[in-house]
């Protein structure tokens, strides 16, 4: 996992280029995009969305094989637990067309708040449990940038 703040993207330049035109694409994104799904590379979606946060995500931690996420709420802030894929026990069938499976018991976790220029990348390797709020529910409209990596 990486957290950090949009003015820092230059540092991720040699990581991969679908990263980087991701992270671009969030950086420069307005808080009126419309909602919905944006090709940004042959390799890398966008999918715009907007919830309310909530104090529990009842599906636990979701983790993907496929794809790498990059999230990001243009508008409002987000709470966004995280574990290690290793040791936790699936409780959902991996569901190829989502690229997702979800997970319970955590041997590790660590909340990342992203929003007001901060992001998270999660790998392969990350579940992350999203949705959840910071101190009391807000909508939030939310850029989640898939890039394959298969």
């Known amino acids: 996992m990486i957290v950090d703040s949009l003015q820092n993207i230059h540092i991720y330049q040699t990581l991969s280029k679908d990263i980087i035109t991701g992270l671009d694409f969030i950086k420069n994104a307005v808080t ?3 909602l919905g799904e944006y090709e940004i590379s042959t390799n890398a979606k ?8 909530i104090e529990c995500f009842e599906r636990g931690y979701e983790a993907h094989k496929h794809v ?3 999230q990001y709420p243009v508008i409002g802030k987000e709470r966004i637990k995280w574990s290690p894929l ?3 026990s699936i409780i959902s069938d991996y569901d190829e067309v ?3 499976a979800f ?7 660590t909340s990342v708040d992203i929003g007001q220029g901060i992001y998270a ?3 392969p390797e990350d579940t992350h449990s999203p949705q ?3 101190n009391k529910p807000e909508l939030i409209k939310k850029i989640t940038v898939k890039v394959s990596i298969n």
């Open 32 to 34: 009126d995009i419309e």
């Open 46 to 53: 966008a999918i715009v969305t907007e919830y309310e946060t």
């Open 68 to 70: 790498i996420d990059i």
């Open 86 to 88: 290793p040791g936790m």
């Open 98 to 100: 989502k690229d997702r």
């Open 103 to 109: 997970y319970i018991n955590p041997s590790q976790i």
């Open 121 to 123: 990348i999660f790998f």
């Open 132 to 134: 959840h709020y910071i």
